[in-house]
């Protein structure tokens, strides 16, 4: 189901787009989130899998879990969540069991989306939950932003493999793992 966008959207997906730079400077997946309620950020997440060496710790699990501590509960019944990228099934599946009733996104993930590129986890009738998504917002800017890192990522990997050519075989150049 779509709601409509508001003033308030687009506000705070810029404020999910920060902690995506955040990412982004930290040389991981530029993915943000923030999680609102009653017109407060009382959640904020990047991703931090490669920093904190866990695969649980995407920008939504992040901000859902700061969210949770604040309210002092597992339900974020009253909240809208705002991400940069279509979550994961993973990410989508968290979003669904804190009771988030309204995800805002900005550009689908069709490699990895679960609400709406692979599936849509969030509007299968079966659970007893389901949530209202916006998606498309800011779009532009949430993929421009991925679209650079990956190209300097295929580039950082390519000037590696270079690097490990020329040494003829030496491999003690730490590479990145995204």
């Known amino acids: 189901m779509e709601t409509q966008l508001t003033e308030e959207d687009l506000f705070y997906m810029d404020?999910?787009?920060?902690?995506?730079?955040?990412?982004?400077?930290?040389?991981?997946?530029?993915?943000?989130?923030?999680?609102?309620?009653?017109?407060?950020?009382?959640?904020?997440g990047e991703n931090r899998r490669k920093l904190l060496g866990n695969v649980l710790m995407h920008a939504e699990i992040i901000a859902i879990d700061e969210a949770c501590k604040y309210m002092r509960d597992w339900r974020l019944e009253d909240c809208t969540c705002y991400v940069t990228i279509e979550p994961c099934p993973m990410c989508a599946g968290a979003i669904l069991q804190a009771r988030i009733p309204r995800l805002v996104f900005g550009a689908h993930n069709p490699k990895a989306g679960c609400v709406g590129s692979l599936y849509n986890l969030l509007d299968d009738k079966r659970f007893n939950h389901t949530v209202d998504v916006t998606s498309g917002v800011k779009v532009e800017k949430c993929s421009e932003l991925m679209t650079r890192f990956f190209k300097e990522f295929r580039e950082r990997e390519k000037a590696l493999s270079s690097q490990v050519d020329s040494d003829k075989g030496n491999v003690d150049i730490e590479r990145d793992n995204i």
């Open 15 to 44: 404020e999910a787009l920060k902690r995506a730079e955040i990412a982004y400077e930290n040389n991981e997946i530029p993915i943000g989130c923030v999680i609102v309620h009653e017109g407060r950020i009382i959640g904020r």
